[in-house]
């Protein structure tokens, strides 16, 4: 907060559900009673572990911010958040551009059919699922065309059909796969200088 300049942060999310984060969490729930953190969330936390933090805690999260994007749908993790009221957000929504997902042929099909772009149905299509999102770029032109998506509506056939491209596996991370969390505790050894 000092850093930022702010004298509360509107919302704080624990990244990984690693290591002791069961302590960190009640840390931001001291910090959410005191008015100084507006909504508390995780990141990457799976079905179960979601499950698990909500029975436990006083605060249920309010977000779970996970990978979301028409190559990994997350359709049973979203109706897991739904029944729980964890508001799903989206991160890679793009994808990063993998899989050639900027050039993909139904998505730019359907978005040919409403002059819009494969970022802008993305987005259109997150935001019809009532999935938040957070887009990232560094380009002006892109971050207006991000915006650009509230004057079209995809029909439930385009749903359908985007519905299909899931694959429902991760294009990044296999967070059941131990190896995955040797990857992160070397990361934050790097991080610590250990
Ligand atoms: N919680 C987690 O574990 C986690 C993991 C990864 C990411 N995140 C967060 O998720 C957010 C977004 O995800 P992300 O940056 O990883 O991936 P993303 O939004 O899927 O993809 C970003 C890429 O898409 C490009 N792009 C953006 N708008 C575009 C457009 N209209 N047309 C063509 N290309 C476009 C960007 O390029 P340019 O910048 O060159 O435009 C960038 O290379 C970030 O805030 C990030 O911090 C969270």
Partial sequence: MK???VDYVDLVLLHQPLNDYYAAYRVLEEYYKA???KSIGVSNFSP????DIAAFNEVIPQVNQVEVNPFHQQIKAHTNMQERHIQIE???PFGEGK???FQEQTLQEIGKAHNKS???VILRWLIQREVVVLAKSVHKARLAEN???FDFELTEQEMLTISRLDTSSSMFFDFEDPKTV???????KKRRNL
């Avoid at 179960?48 to 499950?51: C, D, M, P």
């Fill in 3 to 5: 850093k930022l300049k």
């Fill in 147 to 149: 915006f650009d998506v």
């Fill in 48 to 51: 179960n572990r979601l499950a």
């Fill in 99 to 101: 899989n050639n997902i």
């Fill in 182 to 188: 040797d990857m992160f505790v070397e990361l934050i």
């Fill in 35 to 37: 008015g100084k953190i």
């Fill in 90 to 92: 989206a991160w890679a």
């Fill in 118 to 120: 494969i970022a802008q």
